[in-house]
Structures are given as structure tokens and as C-alpha cells.
């Protein structure tokens, strides 16, 4: 999987490095900074498919950052927290292809120093406090290499105020589940009808893996979330999206959900111009898109708000409690 | 014609000799088809002397083909890779601007200076499995005057490896004639037919045809078949009966495309005409944004007298601006 394994040189004899090395089984390149190598050119995003290098770093400057409005249930304070810098997966309308420079994937290894500053951020505040995990990475695709869960989690328990999220398509919850449920520990699930996520998630496990595992974490008394987002359009894709509601259901998953967001395929010019330059073929090219309000590439207003209504109706025919369904980064939010 | 770059003499007498060269100045070499130009090594000489040639004369291609250290001990000595990616370094610290070459292949750094230790090789590796001195400058050179450029690399050594030095001297005639008999298979490269749409009768100025492909290649993702396909249940044959100049009649074939693109577009122009219609048959505009982004509406009309404008203040008093909110919100009913 990986070209090559980088990592600084003061990490070198740290114990979760060498975790990392020994689960990878690759001999590291010791450097004295990530960023001397990592970002320095501009590396072609596809390229992450034949020389996906890691680093094993650590997360200097802002360890947390103030969450963009819409980005989680209102009327709270949300922020996320870096733990990586990329992602394995391959979904074709993932920001992260104009967000780096490169593809290659930085792990952070200093979660006491992130922990300590979301502690502060929480001690400040008199509410309750979401820290969101897998912004700029999938929040477990690579936990059984990291193994950095037990601290986020310890971290919850300690403080019934703070809530976790932890941002997913992966269906790897070995780590996950040793720890036991806990109510401000949320684990939410991207998903999008089988024929898009197959069509369009690529290197992702499928719809129905990650609602077996879904039903798995019910099962066991986890917290779940779940985002529609991006919604694409295709001409069915309320039957799609019925399927899926359908789906979620039979596994008894729609009632039990903490949350559902919801979110229409819109994208930053750079993103956009990547995805074209990426993806020419993918469906998201099919229909047409505007330059929208906040400059975002969107298709028009209508559209995407009657897609959005369309889908909020489904999913409340499903069970989806009202008062967990809130539509993200849209203006109406 | 095209240019192929080269950074020493030795490395190209093979082209110089199979392609049967004239040498025209010291560094440039040339036949009716081909130019070789011997850039010499460093991504600056190499940048400045393309970048001249190519004022000079008009060409197709910029093909650069030389020797390359390998940064990956898995790669073979003597064989010929395409380039992919082309990075530069400069002090050991990759610079940002890359280019890129052909779409399958290996990744190229080019460097200012030889990679002569293994723990420098080593930290490059991950950058790139290739290193030279040249590539990067011949990429920008030809980037920066839009010619299509392609990068072939030949193994010669192992960078940071000792005896690299002596190995490539011992192989370079052997690795010139290698690299001609490459470049005589690179030449024979076709190049693309042209499009052949059969749109007669339609007036497609250069910006409605670029939109025409766009949507014909929309369409093709949408429906999952060929563009061919696509064309073929197009009206185009009812459009050509039609008594029509040809721009309205390809104004009226991108209007069903976009109609098949957008499955609003036709349900909100009708609903939106109707509620602007009490107002537009009294000469009143509503101008509304057409890409359905800004919820405002601007009002505009003539007046000539009170009584004229009092009237239309009265027709504009019945406005309801909720139905046109109610489009913008996606609220109504499509199949």
C-alpha cells in the first residue's frame, strides 16, 4: 500500500512510530520535518494510486479549528481536530483533491497535545461541546494502524460535555469495538445509494458493508449518525435514496440515528477543476452546475433545494426523527 | 516537425546517425521531420536553449529522451520508461511547480546537483523512482509556449550508487542506440482524426460548439451510452426540416439538450412565465436571475403619465412574490 514511510526524526523511537512501522512493515525515511518533503511539489492527485507515501508527524500550530457554519446540528459549538492529512479512499467529489498538494498521507502522532487543547476549549465553555474527527481524513479507515481511539474515548468519558464524531466510510471498527458505547461517542456514516457510492466512492467498502457494520455498532450499543452528502443527481434518485432509507430501516437503523445531514454535490472552482481534470467521465459531470451564491460551483437553487426536500421527505417517511435532520453548508441551514 | 532534446552529444549520436541529422549550429541537429537539440545538463540551460529553439520554429511535439539515475533499486539498468510526473528539487527541498508528461509511466525529479550519496537518494525516493538534470527545465520550456511534450528515460545507474559514474560510461553507446531505436518507434505516432460530426445545416460558432460538446458528453455520462448514440436520438432530421436559419435551429438543438440535462429547466421557465405573465401583458418586467441564485427581483417599466403610473403601482400591489419563492425552493411537484 505504501511507497514509502517517512518519518521525523525526532518521532523515530516513539512507541506509536514504531507501532506504525512494524504494522506497515516498511523501513522509514527519517527527516527532520514532514514538510520538507510533504506538499513541496505539486503531486497529481491519482498519482496517490500507484506512490501513496505516508509521514508520521507531528501536528504543529492549530490542532483544532472552529467548524464552518452548517457544519454540524445548530445552536452548539463545533469544531474538528486534526489527526491526518488525507485520505485512502478515492471518492470523486472529495475536496481534499484541491486541498493539499499532494495525496500523500500524513498521520499526526501527538493526540495528548490535541487532547490537551480540546480539554481547554471545553473548560472555556459552559454547554456542551462537538469535536468532529475525519475532516481532512477518514476517522477509521486506518485506526488498526494508529490506534489512537482509546485516548479520544477516554477523553469523552471523562467529559459527558464533549461530543465525539467520528466521521466515516470504513467499515474497520476493530478498535472501535474494544471500547464500550458511550452516549457523547458518536460514530456517523457517509452513505449514498449503492449504484452512486459504487460508481463514484471508489476504494470505499460498499453501501451495504458499511449499514452491516452500522446495524453491528446498534447492536452493540454505539451512538450512530449518518450524512447524505453529497446527494447527486440521477434520474432516480429518489427511488435510490427511498432503497437506502428502506434498507436502513429493515436493519431497524433509521430511528436510532442521532443525526442525519444532508447535502447537495457542490464544490470550491479549484475542487471543481480538479475533479474535471481527475474524473472527466463521473457522473457528477452529467448534470450541469453554476456558479452559486458563495461562489461554489452548485447546481441552481431549485434544484438543489428540491433534491434536498425530496430527500429530507424520504427520510422522514423512514423514521428519521424531524429534529435530528438538518441540511448542511447550504444557506438555508 | 518535431523537436526531440537531448542533453549530451554522446546520448544522441544514435538519433543523429539513424534519422540521418544534419548538424545545423553546434547543438542542433535536423532532417525535414526532426530537430535534435543538445540542451546540456541543468533544468536552467536545458529551459533556456528549448525555449530559444522553439521561438525559432514551429513545432508539434518536444520529445525529451536522455539517460536517468534510478532512485528505486527495483528498476532495470538499461531499460526505457515513459515519464509521468516531472518534479524538481533544488538543495535537497522539492520546489512546487511540477509538470506533467504522459498519463502512465514513472515519476522523473530532475536535479541541480548529482545525486551522489544514498541517503540523498533515499529521500528523493519517495518523491519520484527517476532522477536527472534536465527534464523539468525542457517541460517548462515547452509548456510555457503550449507544446505538447512527452518524456521518455532510459536507466543508466543507480543514483547515490558508487561507480554510477563509470557504469554509464561504459554503456553509452550502447544506451544511444538504444534510445534511437526507441524514439524511431515514438515517431510513428498518428495523430487523432478529427471529430467527424455530421451537423449540417446547424451554425456552430466556436463558443455553441464547445457548449454542444459539453452537453453531448453530459448526456453520454447520463444515459450510459455513446455520444454516437447520444446524436443519433437528437431531432436533429425534424430541426433540418423546419424552415429555419441555421443559428436558431442549433439555438433549438442545444435547447432540447439542456432540456434532457436539467429536468427543471423546462417545469420552472412555464411556472415562472405564468406568474410573470399579469405583469409583462401590462408592460411591466420582472427580472428575475436566471441562474435562479439571487432571490431578488427587479421591477421595471414605463410611465408617461400619473394615470399611467398609477395604474401600475395598482397591478403591482396585487403582487404575490411567494409562488416565485416557492420555484426558487424547489417546492413543487416533477416527475
Known amino acids: 500500500m505504501w511507497n514509502k514511510v517517512y518519518v521525523e526524526e525526532a518521532l523515530l523511537d516513539h512507541p506509536r512510530t514504531q507501532k506504525i512501522l512494524v504494522k506497515t512493515g516498511r523501513d522509514p525515511i527519517a527527516l527532520k520535518r514532514y514538510d520538507e518533503i510533504w506538499g513541496q511539489s505539486k503531486k497529481p492527485y491519482l498519482h496517490k494510486r500507484d506512490s501513496l507515501n505516508l509521514f508520521i508527524a507531528q501536528k504543529r500550530g492549530q490542532l483544532l479549528k472552529l467548524a464552518p457554519d452548517a457544519y454540524g446540528q445548530a445552536g452548539e459549538p463545533h469544531y474538528y481536530f486534526i489527526h491526518a492529512y488525507n485520505c485512502i479512499y478515492e471518492c470523486q467529489y472529495c475536496y481534499l483533491q484541491g486541498y493539499f498538494n499532494t495525496p500523500d498521507i500524513v498521520l499526526f502522532i501527538n493526540h495528548e497535545e490535541i487532547l490537551t487543547q480540546m480539554q481547554k476549549t471545553l473548560d472555556e465553555s459552559t454547554g456542551r461541546v462537538w469535536f468532529h474527527a475525519g475532516e481532512f481524513s477518514d476517522s477509521l479507515a486506518l485506526t488498526h494502524l494508529t490506534g489512537e481511539l482509546e485516548l479520544y474515548h477516554d477523553f469523552c468519558k471523562k467529559n459527558p460535555r464533549a461530543l465525539i464524531e467520528l466521521r466515516t466510510k470504513s467499515v474497520n471498527t476493530k478498535e472501535l469495538l474494544c471500547l464500550e458505547p458511550l452516549d457523547n461517542f458518536i460514530v456517523s456514516f457517509s452513505l449514498a445509494p449503492q449504484k452512486i457510492a459504487r460508481s463514484i466512492d471508489l476504494k470505499t467498502p460498499s453501501t451495504q458493508a458499511r449499514l452491516k457494520t452500522m446495524q453491528e455498532l446498534k447492536q452493540r450499543g454505539y451512538k450512530l449518525a449518518a450524512h447524505f452528502d453529497p446527494i447527486i443527481y440521477q434520474e432516480n434518485f ?61 447546481y441552481h437553487h431549485p ?27 447550504e444557506e438555508h441551514a | 516537425m518535431q523537436l526531440i532534446t537531448m542533453a549530451h552529444l ?50 508539434e511535439r518536444v520529445l525529451n529522451l536522455g539517460i536517468a539515475g534510478a532512485l528505486e533499486p527495483v528498476l532495470k539498468l538499461g531499460e526505457i520508461y515513459p515519464v509521468r510526473s516531472i518534479y524538481l528539487v533544488v538543495e535537497g527541498k522539492p520546489q512546487f511547480k511540477s509538470f506533467k508528461s504522459l498519463e502512465k509511466g514513472l515519476d522523473c525529479i530532475t536535479s541541480f546537483e548529482r545525486i551522489l550519496s544514498p541517503d540523498k537518494a533515499l ?40 561507480g554510477a559514474c563509470e557504469i554509464i560510461k561504459e554503456a553509452a553507446e550502447e544506451y544511444s542506440q538504444k534510445l534511437a531505436q526507441f524514439l524511431a518507434t515514438q515517431i510513428e505516432h498518428t495523430t487523432n482524426p478529427d471529430e467527424q460530426l455530421n ?12 457548449k454542444f460538446l459539453q452537453y453531448l458528453k453530459k448526456l453520454s455520462l447520463r444515459e450510459e451510452v455513446s455520444e454516437q448514440q447520444i446524436l443519433s436520438n437528437l431531432k436533429l432530421e425534424s430541426l433540418r426540416d423546419q424552415k429555419l436559419q441555421p443559428k436558431e435551429r442549433t439555438r433549438l438543438l442545444l435547447e432540447e439538450m439542456e432540456d434532457k440535462l436539467d429536468p427543471l429547466k423546462k417545469e420552472l421557465e412555464k411556472r415562472l412565465t405564468a406568474w410573470k405573465k399579469p405583469f409583462t401583458s401590462q408592460a411591466i418586467d420582472l427580472i428575475t436571475d436566471p441562474n435562479w441564485e439571487s432571490p431578488e427581483v427587479k421591477i421595471s417599466f414605463q410611465v408617461s403619465s400619473q394615470e399611467e403610473l398609477a395604474q401600475k403601482l395598482q397591478v403591482l400591489a396585487g403582487m404575490n412574490l411567494r409562488p416565485y419563492q416557492n420555484l426558487r425552493n424547489g417546492e413543487f411537484h416533477v416527475e
Open chain 1, 238 to 298: 429518489r427511488e435510490d435514496y427511498a432503497q437506502l432509507l428502506k434498507d436502513m430501516s429493515e436493519l431497524d437503523l433509521t430511528h436510532h440515528l442521532q443525526y442525519l445531514s444532508l447535502g447537495v454535490v457542490r464544490f470550491t472552482k479549484d475542487v471543481y477543476r480538479e475533479v474535471e481534470r481527475n474524473y472527466p467521465d463521473s457522473l457528477i459531470h452529467s448534470t450541469p452546475m453554476i456558479k452559486s451564491f458563495d461562489n461554489k460551483v452548485r
Open chain 1, 303 to 329: 434544484m438543489r433545494m428540491w433534491m434536498m426536500n425530496a430527500v429530507k421527505d424520504l427520510a422522514l417517511k423512514a423514521g428519521v426523527p424531524a429534529q435530528g435532520i438538518y441540511l448542511c453548508m
Open chain 2, 10 to 59: 554522446g546520448e544522441a549520436q544514435g538519433v543523429i546517425n539513424l534519422f540521418d541529422l544534419k548538424r545545423v549550429t553546434p547543438n542542433l541537429f535536423e532532417n525535414d521531420t526532426l530537430s535534435c537539440l543538445i540542451t546540456g545538463e541543468g533544468p536552467f540551460e536545458a529551459a533556456t536553449a528549448v525555449a530559444s529553439q522553439l521561438a525559432k520554429k514551429s513545432y
Open chain 2, 123 to 162: 529521500a528523493l525516493s519517495g518523491v519520484a523512482a527517476l532522477v536527472d538534470r534536465e527534464v523539468w527545465g525542457v517541460a517548462m520550456a515547452a509548456k510555457s509556449q503550449g507544446v505538447t511534450f512527452e518524456s521518455y528515460k532510459l536507466v543508466s545507474d543507480y543514483a547515490g550508487s558508487l
Open chain 2, 199 to 210: 451537423l449540417e445545416g446547424f451554425h456552430l460558432t466556436f463558443s455553441t460548439r464547445i
